[in-house]
């Protein structure tokens, strides 16, 4: 199908054959050498580390997910959409942002020296993996929770158990599967983490990924950085080869309502509620509102002077922070236009395409989010420098880069809208006389647009925020982008850089939040499921 030849060669040039080259590369090592790397008691440490980081950061953004996802999955209060939205805020927010905020919490309360340290310790990157994840459990699990009948519930209820006992025996075995379903997406996030353990964990911290960048880019070890790929990119497709088969366990599930939540009723229901918002509302907005703090502190007061000086040069950067910004906006918008394109191309042949097709195209599409941005970033790096495909003279090996993390959310968030369109109306229009292309572009990009347009939003907001991948390809001094300013100011120590560092953090915080806020209103389902 000619509609599927453009989005399966671009996924075969830029993604397939560069991981490909990576694995071969690890793999054509000597095999002893291959087996020290990867079972020497260094790594066995960095990969178990990496493991049990993941999943104590799991278990702590469940714990503090859960008043804000009962409540949103329960309960009907002014404000309800938005406090999903907010929620989001946090998840899509750049990792290195995310990181920054933690940095300026732990300067702003001085948690950073003295008795109490907290930065280059596992605390502070659980904190912010549960921080950056708790969306997840509230707007997957409350928003399947929220459709559960709850007349069950209430039978039992009039049966005599207690809310515990009915909660237990009745909503949990209902609720598992959407739970076990986020809690392997959360784990997935938090075994790929990069930014936060770079920045916040420190030199004794250090996960497959930044071992990865260490060995790649400091200390130009490619056999090494290969093998450690190779461990991570296996465990990664497990893990979601794994949510897949939970998700679809998840689907089609019966019993399901529009919307569960009732008001609350009482005085003792009213303040609970009020309780759980202020609380969650308090435990995401802190780290937000010290990092627009810290911006502002200046000279033991108040000031711009941290966003005025983004114009100018510092040793430290090849350009100027307000360079950088233009730089990210510029790659940000080829990567959604490529994101748009490919991305809708793809999405209608899956949906038009034959069976056979349609699964390979789909599969094909949704692998780019199962692989480590570090990895795609490293085999991007050393696979696309010869003849027509030598890009790492190029600034389009950026943008190319970040649209194959973002080209997913579009496929995902547009072929359900496609799948749902009435197949009555494409038979009609076919019946008047309309040719195949003017019932696509009548029928379903008109239906689809807005799906579409919410798509190219994170892809757009994804792009401006992308480190992993970015910190590989856009190593070139003309290239450097925001979350690399940021990353690289936060590393040296200095008032002046850390302010600077705080301002290019709140400006792409800014950027993303707008973005979020927009594609929300524009999605069709607003509110639901991840």
């Known amino acids: 199908m000619a509609l599927a030849a453009v989005p399966a060669a671009f996924v075969a040039v830029f993604f397939a054959y560069p991981v490909a080259t990576l694995l071969v590369r690890g793999i054509g090592?000597?095999?002893?050498?291959?087996?020290?790397?990867?079972?020497?008691?260094?790594?066995?440490?960095?990969?178990?580390?990496?493991?049990?980081?993941?999943?104590?950061s799991t278990l702590l953004a469940g714990t503090l997910a859960v008043p804000l996802t009962w409540a949103i999955a329960n309960r009907q209060f002014t404000g309800r959409r938005l406090a999903r939205v907010l929620v989001t805020v946090?998840?899509?927010?750049?990792?290195?942002?995310?990181?920054?905020?933690?940095?300026g919490l732990m300067d702003r309360f001085g948690l950073d020296?003295?008795?109490?340290?907290?930065?280059?310790t596992v605390w502070a990157v659980l904190l912010a993996h549960a921080f950056f994840n708790i969306a997840v459990f509230v707007r997957s699990v409350g928003g399947f929770w929220t459709q559960i009948d709850r007349r069950p519930e209430d039978a039992a209820r009039t049966l005599g158990a207690s809310p515990w006992l009915a909660f237990r025996e009745v909503t949990l075995p209902r609720l598992r599967p959407s739970i076990v379903a986020a809690t392997s997406v959360v784990f997935l996030f938090s075994f790929t983490s990069f930014a936060v353990i770079l920045l916040l964990g420190g030199p004794r911290r250090s996960s497959i990924e930044t071992e990865i960048y260490r060995y790649?880019?400091?200390r130009s070890d490619i056999s090494t950085a290969a093998a450690l790929s190779i461990v991570q990119m296996v465990a990664v497709v497990s893990l979601v080869v794994a949510n897949g088969w939970l998700q679809r366990r998840v689907a089609g599930r019966q019993g399901l309502v529009a919307d569960r939540a009732v008001p609350a009723q009482t005085r003792r229901q009213r303040t609970r509620l009020v309780t759980m918002l202020a609380g969650t509302a308090l435990l995401l907005g802190l780290p937000l509102a010290v990092l627009v703090e810290r911006s502002l502190a200046s000279g033991g007061g108040y000031s711009f002077a941290n966003y005025q000086a983004l114009g100018e040069r510092v040793r430290l950067l090849p350009i100027s922070a307000?360079?950088?910004?233009?730089?990210?906006?510029?790659?940000?918008?080829?990567?959604?236009?490529?994101?748009?394109?490919?991305g809708g191309m793809a999405s209608l042949a899956i949906v038009h395409g034959t069976r056979s097709v349609s699964r390979v195209l789909d599969l094909g599409m949704l692998l780019?989010?199962?692989?480590?941005a570090v990895t795609l970033g490293f085999g991007v790096l050393i696979s696309l420098d010869r003849g027509v495909l030598d890009l790492r003279g190029s600034w389009w090996i950026v943008p190319i880069t970040q649209s194959l993390i973002a080209i997913p959310f579009v496929v995902r968030g547009v072929v359900p809208v496609l799948r749902a369109i009435d197949p009555a109306l494409r038979e009609v229009a076919a019946t008047l006389g309309a040719a195949p292309a003017r019932v696509r572009r009548e029928i379903d990009l008109r239906i689809g647009a807005r799906a579409l347009?919410?798509?190219v939003g994170f892809a757009f907001a994804i792009s401006l925020g992308e480190f992993g991948a970015t910190s590989f390809v856009g190593r070139r001094s003309d290239l450097l982008t925001v979350p690399l300013a940021i990353q690289r100011l936060l590393s040296t120590p200095g008032d002046l850089l850390r302010g600077q560092a705080m301002a290019?953090?709140?400006?792409?915080?800014l950027v993303t939040a707008v973005v979020v806020f927009v594609g929300d209103r524009l999605h069709p389902k607003a509110g639901g499921m991840l």
């Open 29 to 56: 090592l000597d095999p002893g050498r291959l087996l020290d790397v990867i079972t020497g008691s260094r790594f066995l440490k960095v990969i178990w580390f990496t493991t049990w980081q993941a999943g104590l």
């Open 90 to 103: 946090p998840f899509v927010l750049p990792t290195v942002v995310v990181a920054g905020s933690f940095i």
């Open 113 to 120: 020296q003295g008795t109490i340290r907290l930065r280059h």
């Open 216 to 218: 790649a880019v400091t």
């Open 322 to 342: 307000a360079d950088a910004l233009v730089n990210s906006l510029a790659f940000a918008v080829v990567a959604a236009g490529i994101a748009l394109v490919i």
């Open 368 to 372: 780019p989010l199962g692989t480590s």
């Open 453 to 455: 347009a919410t798509g």
């Open 504 to 509: 290019l953090s709140v400006i792409l915080m």
